[in-house]
């Protein structure tokens, strides 16, 4: 059985490859469900979608870095963007460009932080158990038999 490191260039490479397919399919599940689902429901997901996209952009930048890291990370710039709102600068800024409430949002709301926080856990634990089984996953010779059985 061979093993990738985590640090080796082939692993990174992958990892980023990773990351970089999973925000793409995460910005399009956003864009979905923010033309569709309307309400607390909507909002929710929205939300969860949007923390899964930074923790993905965290990992793609820096795919040394730990899952708990990038968890970290990720909560924190989304707790900031959140705090951000209560200023008021998102919510003008939208407003003179509404793609800009997509990013920064346009107003506080304390529920969203239990959400980011919820689906930032989840990324690390996906991203965790992916990683692990990545970097430990036996490769087969080409052309190799398989092993016989002794009964």
Request: hydrophobic share 50%; charged share 15%.
């Amino acid at each position: 059985m061979t093993t990738d490191s985590p640090s080796s260039p082939r692993a990174r490479r992958r990892r980023r490859i990773g990351c970089a397919a999973a925000a793409a399919g995460v910005i399009g599940a956003g864009l979905f469900v923010h033309g569709l689902a309307e309400g607390p429901a909507g909002d929710i997901a929205g939300d969860a979608l949007y923390a899964v996209l930074i923790y993905a952009l965290i990992a793609c930048a820096l795919p040394r870095a730990r899952s708990g890291a990038i968890a970290v990370s990720a909560a924190l710039v989304c707790a900031a963007v959140e705090f951000a709102q209560l200023t008021g600068i998102p919510h003008a800024l939208g407003q003179a460009f509404p793609p800009v409430h997509l990013v920064l949002g346009s107003g506080f709301d304390p529920r969203d932080l239990v959400v980011y926080v919820c689906a930032v856990a989840v990324a690390a634990a996906l991203d965790a158990g992916v990683r692990s089984r990545w970097t430990a996953r036996p490769e087969k010779a080409e052309g190799a038999l398989p092993e016989e059985s002794a009964f």
